[in-house]
């Protein structure tokens, strides 16, 4: 089998970031932009807990799925497996520099969030007391503040 596109980057350089995952070309013509939303070096730093990850999966899924200029364009947001960050899949051709303001936004609603977690119960959500609120918004906050804030070119392209 061939490695498909996410095992093919250097785990070893990749730093915190926004990176453009692949873009894919629907039937019908759309095309879906993955972003690679890494908010921990792999293998270098701490992943993030599962409850964190969970809760941090709740609030962006909800805050990007009601923005006025984005909810139409949204299809995605999930954790991935290694809890080293999140992806997000939009509609349309994006760049990272393109999606930077808006995951600023995301970042800036979960950092500063307060409040009952939407999705958080019983009925609405698989493992609904899986979540970490304050570990979310540190981890938000942290993100915001050392990798958004003021990206280099290397947290906004895959390592060659």
């Given at each position: 089998?061939?490695?498909i596109a996410s095992f093919t980057v250097d785990h070893l350089t990749l730093l915190r970031g926004i990176y453009v995952s692949r873009t894919d070309q629907?039937?019908?013509g759309d095309i879906l932009t993955t972003f690679d939303i890494r908010m921990t070096e792999p293998n270098r730093q701490a992943p993030l807990s599962g409850a964190t990850l969970h809760t941090i999966e709740h609030l962006a899924a909800t805050f990007l799925?009601?923005?006025p200029q984005w909810k139409e364009r949204i299809v995605y947001w999930g954790p991935m497996g290694c809890r080293t960050g999140n992806y997000l899949i939009v509609n349309g051709a994006f760049t990272s520099a393109?999606?930077?303001p808006l995951i600023r936004e995301t970042f800036e609603f979960i950092a500063d969030y307060n409040g009952e977690i939407p999705g958080a119960t019983p009925r609405d959500c698989g493992n609904y007391?899986?979540?970490d609120l304050p570990d979310a918004r540190?981890?938000?906050r942290r993100y915001l503040d050392e990798v958004?804030?003021?990206p280099t070119e290397a947290?906004?392209?895959y390592p060659g």
């Open positions: 089998m061939e490695k629907t039937e019908s799925r009601n923005h393109q999606i930077l007391s899986y979540m540190k981890e938000a958004l804030t003021c947290n906004l392209n």
